[in-house]
């Protein structure tokens, strides 16, 4: 393919790289989502905004209550970074392999939309447990002293799927959508960037590409807000003691969105979730970049074999 090698090594420093990139990012913005899922749960009582939903956390509960949650935050967002750019590396680069570069090449949207779709359905299986521990502590703070007991207290309550996977059909709705909008959108906009400058990731300098990363992610992450803002909504709520009564898991999901109704479940903290997205997006990609060029490896990218 005139890259690579793409071997089990490329794949782990692929892995890592995404374990970082999302892990670093998620937890850095820890305090904006703290903020934007107590709008999204108490839209009556945080209706000030976004700059006042900070202050009202702050006045109410202090300045650490922005940091609630971080240590399942940092954690699953690792284990789902390690997935989900892991994942997307591994399936591209099999499925070039398999039908040659210049079928890839011609189907490379198609190519990318599923290899993320199938990433990120495998890093969800991982990360539901983590968001769900996050949003009830970010929900109710006096529920428990940390990540550990916040999770035995919901499994000895609950039980464990419904403790940690009630959200998992939410949280699918939520992240594939958003992760399939986030590298299709992503490479359509690098794409342009490089052709606007005339240009190819092979011939621009490392720090000309991260800096194609970081446009093409902001880009990127504000289509992927928008697309998965509806089951974002839905996730922080079923997440929440009570949330939709008492019933399986679609019953309350059904619930939760005839009560929300159409509109608010799409308009709700979306300016607060684009602001969050398109940062942390940009940053994902820069980082990822940053962390394989540190491991000596580089990231797959579709090629013309007629240029």
Known sequence: MGQGPFDAMFYLKAALAGGICCGLTHGALTPV?????????DPVTYNKGMVGGFRQVIAAEGSGALLTGLGPTCQGYFVQGWFKFGGVEVFKTKITKA??????????????????????????IFLCPYEATRIRLVSNPTYADGMMSCAMKMKGEMGLVPAFYSGFVPILGKQVPYTMAKFAVQQKAAEAIYGAVGSSPKEMSNAGNITVSLGSGVIAGVAAAIISHPADTLLSKINKAGAGGDGP??????????????????????GARCVMIGTLTAGQFGVFDIVLQITGAKKFHFHDPKH
């Open 33 to 41: 989502d703290v903020v934007k899922t107590r709008i999204q749960l």
């Open 249 to 270: 898991m679609f019953t309350r999901l059904k619930n939760i969105a005839v009560e929300t109704g159409f509109v608010k479940l799409c308009t709700t903290g979306l």
């Open 99 to 124: 039908i040659g570069e210049e079928a890839a090449w011609n189907n490379r949207n198609a190519i990318t939309l599923a290899s993320s779709a199938c990433a990120e359905f495998i890093a969800d």
